[in-house]
C-alpha cells in the first residue's frame, strides 16, 4: 500500500509540448551529424575529408572518390534516412491505430506481407508480359510489397479490433499467425526461383543497404516521402483515436478515413522499405518509445521527431554494421534486433497489463 | 431539441429497445433512467451513433445523418462510461483534445476553467492513467464541458450527453458535477444523462425518461415520471416517494416489506 502511494503520482515536466518542438531542431542535427559520419564511414581509404578539401579549393576528385562517395555512399545514405524514418513512422502509425505501444511492423507480419509482396515480384515479375513489366518496370517489387503489407494490416485490423476496441493478444496472435502464412507462401514461391533469382533474393533477404543505387533511391523516395509527408496530418486524429473510436467520432473526426489513410502510409512506407532493404526489425518500436518517454505521446509532434530519430537511428546501425567485423559487413537486421529486442522486453516487463486488455 | 422516434436496436439478434420515443429540451437536465439491463445505456449509445439503430433521430430540429462529424462534435459533448487511454496523456493534454473546431477564443482559460469546475485544478501536468476512476472521470467530464463550452452559440443550443456521469464519485464530487450540468442547462444548452442514483436524479434533473424492459414506460417532468407507481413498476419493487423538508425534491424509499419479501 505504501509502496503503490509512493510511486503513484509522477508528474510529468511542465513545458513537454516546447521540448517536443525544440526536439525537432535537435533531432534535425543530431542526424546531420550522423549523415555525414556516415559518408565518411567504408571499407575503402577514401576519405570524406580529404574529399571535402579538393572540392572547396577547387581540385579534381580522383574518379575512385567519385565512385565511392557518389555512386555507394551517397545512395546508400539517402536510402538510410527513408527507410529509417519510413520504418519508424509506420511504427508510431501502427501503434496509434492500434492504440498500443507493441504494434510494430516487423512484429505483426506487415513486414512479412511486405517480404512476400517483393518476393513474388522477384520470382514472377519476369513472367509477366513485356508491355506490362515496360509499364511498371521497377516500381513493380515496391508497388508488390505495398499490396503484400496492405493486406496483412487490413486482416490484422479486421480480426484484432471489435466495436471500436483492439484485443492485444489477438493482435500479437494474429499477428504472428499471418507473420508465418506470409513466410510460408514466401518459401513456395522460392521453390520456384531459379538459380539467378535466389541469389538476387538471399542478397536482398538479409536486410541491408549495401545495394543501395541510384535507380533505389530515385524508385523509394517518392513512396516513402508521400507516407511521411502525409502522416503529418493525421496527428490530431490519433490523439483522439487514443481515446478510442467511439470519442474520436465525437470529438468530430472523421474516424473511417483517418484508419484508412493510417493503413495506406503504414503499407506504402514498411513495403517500399522492405522492397529496397530487406527485413530490418524493431526500428518501428524503439524510436517511438523512447521518443514518448522523452516529450510525451502528443502525435502532432510525436510524428516528425520519431522521422528525425528514425533515420539517425538506422544510420548509426548501418555506421556500426560497416565497423564491427570491418572490412566485411554484418547485416543491419542483426544490429537493429540486438538493439531493439531488449527494448522491446523492457516495454512488455513494464507495462505487462497491456497484454491482458 | 434533441428528438428520437421509434428507436430500435438489436444485439445478435435479441431485441434490446423496440420502438423508444425519446425527447430532450434545451435549458433542461433530462434523465435516462431504469434497472440494470433495461436498454437505457443503449437508448444513449443510439443516440450517439455508437450502436447499430433504426429510427429516426434529430439534433436541433436537423436529421442526425445531415451532419457531419465535425459540425455535430462543434455542438454535441459525449461522455461515455469508461474511456481507457492508450498512451501516457496528462490531464491538460486529455482536456485540450475538447478543444475542437467549435472552439475558438481564449482555449488556455477554457481548459483552466474547466479543470476548475470539476475539481482537478493543480492536476493539469499528472498522468491520465496514474489518477483513481472518479477522477479520470472527472478529467474526461472537463474535456467534454471544453467541447461545448458555451451553452449556447448564434441561438441555437448545444448538448451534453453523458452515461452515468457521477457513477464512480464520491457524493462531494456527485454534487459539484451535477450543479455543473444543471449550470450548464441554466444558460441555455441541453443536458441528457443516463442516471443510475434515483436520488440524485430528483434532486438535478427536469424531465426524465424511465425505460423498462426496453421500452420508455413513462417520460415527462420529473414529478409527473417519479411517482410511487412509476417506480414500483420499473424497478419491480414496492417503492415510495417522500418529500424530505426543507428539500423540495422527492426522495425514493423502498418499502420495508420489499426487503423482507427477498
Known sequence: MIISEQ???????????????????WLALALLLVAVLSLATGPTGTSLWSALGKMFSGKPLTAMERVVLWDIRMPRLIIGILVGAGLAVSGALMQGLFRNPLADPGLVGVGAGGTLGAILAIVLGSTLPIWFSDIVGNMLIPVSAFFGSWLVIVVLYRVSTRHGRTSVATMLLAGIALAALAAALSGIVIFMADDQQLRDLTFWSLGSLAGATWTKVVITAPLILIAIGGSLFLGHGLNALALGEATASHLGIAVQRLKLLTILIVAMATGAAVAVSGGIG???????????????????TLLLNVALLGAAILLTADIISRLIIAPAELPIGIVTAVLGAPVFLWILLRRRGLVDM | MISARDIRVEFSKKPILHGVDFNARPGEVTAIVGPNGSGKTTLLRALTDEVHWTGQISVNDRDIHAYKPWELAAIRGVLPQIATIAFPFTVIEVVRLGLTSGTHGG???????????????????????????????????????????????DGTPRWLLLDEPVASLDIGHQLLIMNCLQDFARRGGGVVAVMHDLNLTAMVADAVTMIARGEAIAQGPLPEVFTDHWLSAAYQCDLKTNAVPPNPSAFILPQTAALRGH
Not at chain 1, 510511486?7 to 531542431?25: D, G, L
Not at chain 2, 474547466?114 to 467530464?141: K, M
Open chain 1, 282 to 300: 524493431f526500428i518501428g518500436i524503439i524510436v517511438p518509445h523512447l521518443l514518448r518517454l522523452a516529450t510525451g505521446p502528443d502525435h502532432r
Open chain 2, 107 to 153: 482555449e488556455d482559460r477554457i481548459v483552466q476553467q474547466a479543470l476548475q469546475r470539476v475539481g482537478l485544478a493543480g492536476y493539469e501536468n499528472r498522468f491520465f492513467q496514474e489518477l483513481s476512476g472518479g477522477e479520470q472521470q472527472r478529467a474526461h467530464l472537463a474535456r467534454v464541458l471544453c467541447q461545448v463550452w458555451d451553452p449556447m452559440r
Open chain 1, 7 to 25: 510511486i503513484s503520482s509522477p508528474v510529468a515536466p511542465k513545458n513537454r509540448r516546447t521540448v517536443a518542438r525544440q526536439a525537432h531542431v
